[in-house]
């Protein structure tokens, strides 16, 4: 553990902390997920946001000590609390669960065809709280309610295959409930459901997450969803942080031309603008010493080819980017480089 992130040194702690979050793939050694920094504090959202392939899995399942074995973490570590749980956490620590849940795109792969709802919850109660047979039914009930479902002795009878899309979801939320657990990730929560039930899941997610004070890290590739449900959010390409900050301020004001061809890829609704992709195809250039995004970006120059944009954040630490332009266009120091961590607070 470094010596300046006990939990007496920097108080109060985010619940949640990564610092210089690196994965690259075994067999080629490319680099998937490059010096990802960004915390997460009780009661906050912070969204992850960018294309297909942009690293935004690979650093929750990093985060969660969950990489498949193909890919492996390079550097990096994860705080909870202060405490460095880097190396404490993977599929049978006990944190996850408990401290750490997560849901995925799909409840539905996600839950045993075989069990029943009930099965499968009373279960979550037991491993995770060492409930008896009795607790944990009614826990499992009362959590069915709580997540919106309204008749829950019938759920809990159900079979996932008897289960809509967006009740799965709710099963897997309660499931990831359970064990009351102080940081949720949520993968992608709402992409395979309908316009409607999405809503209702992200107002079940924000209602969750400011009566139980969870910290909630939301994975998403709609800016709409990261506009509706987060307080920060940071943009991935390649792998590597392109912008942070308040999600108000990037949205309203994006510095970065990936963060800005993302917004003007939306469709608008009220003008009846259509969306505009962004040309060219996702993901990170061949070589590593230049911006990942230059092959796509009309504002790219020769030092945008062959050397990579340092993240600098704004002097009160509120915002970054990592883009050459954006750098020279602050000559006035306000920036500040931050060793290409991708760090802010
Ligand atoms: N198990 C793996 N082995 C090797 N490479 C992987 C593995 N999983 C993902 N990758 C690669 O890592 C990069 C980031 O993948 P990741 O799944 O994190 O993207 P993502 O942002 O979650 O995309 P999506 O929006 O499609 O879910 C991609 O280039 C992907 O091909
Ligand atoms: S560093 Fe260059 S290529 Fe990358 S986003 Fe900025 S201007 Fe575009
Ligand atoms: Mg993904």
């Keep these: 553990m470094t010596d300046d992130l006990t939990r007496e040194a920097r108080p109060p702690a985010a619940c949640l902390e990564v610092r210089g979050l690196t994965v690259a793939a075994r067999s080629t050694g490319k680099m998937l997920v490059e010096n990802v920094s960004f915390s997460v504090s009780a009661g906050e959202a912070v969204a992850l946001i960018g294309e297909s392939g942009s690293g935004k899995s690979l650093t929750a399942l990093a985060v969660l000590g969950l990489l498949p074995p193909s890919v492996e973490l390079i550097s990096g570590s994860v705080f909870l609390d202060g405490i460095d749980i880097t190396g404490l956490h993977g599929p049978a620590a006990p944190l996850r ?37 009795k607790s944990a039914a009614a826990e499992a009930h009362a959590l069915l309610e709580r997540v919106g479902l309204t008749n829950p002795e019938r759920i809990m009878r159900c079979y996932p295959h008897e289960l809509s899309g967006g009740m799965a979801q709710r099963v897997m939320i309660a499931g990831a409930l359970a064990g009351k657990p102080r940081i949720l990730i949520a993968d992608e929560p709402t992409t395979a459901l309908d316009v409607t039930t999405q809503a209702q899941i992200l107002d079940l997610l924000a209602e969750l997450r400011s009566q139980n004070d969870l910290a909630l890290l939301m994975i998403t590739h709609d800016l709409g969803v990261v506009a509706d449900t987060s307080d920060k959010m940071l943009v991935l390409y390649g792998g590597r942080v392109m ?16 963060t800005r061809a993302l917004l003007a890829a939306m469709p608008d609704i009220e003008t009846g603008t259509p969306p505009k992709p962004i040309a060219g195809t996702p993901g990170r250039p061949a070589q590593d010493d230049c911006c990942p995004f230059h092959l796509r970006c009309d504002l790219a120059s020769a030092t945008c080819r062959n050397t990579i944009p340092a993240f600098r954040t704004t002097s009160n630490g509120k915002r970054g980017s990592a883009c050459h332009l954006e750098n020279d266009n602050h000559p006035d120091q306000r920036l500040a480089a931050q060793g290409g961590q991708g760090r802010w607070l």
């Design 97 to 133: 669960g408990r401290e750490l849940a997560v849901i995925f795109q799909d409840p539905q792969s996600c839950l045993d065809p075989r069990w029943t709802v009930g099965r499968y919850l009373t279960g979550q109660f037991r491993r995770l709280r060492d409930l008896g047979a």
């Design 243 to 258: 912008e942070a900050g308040d999600t108000s301020q990037l949205l309203g004001s994006p510095n970065h031309p990936y």
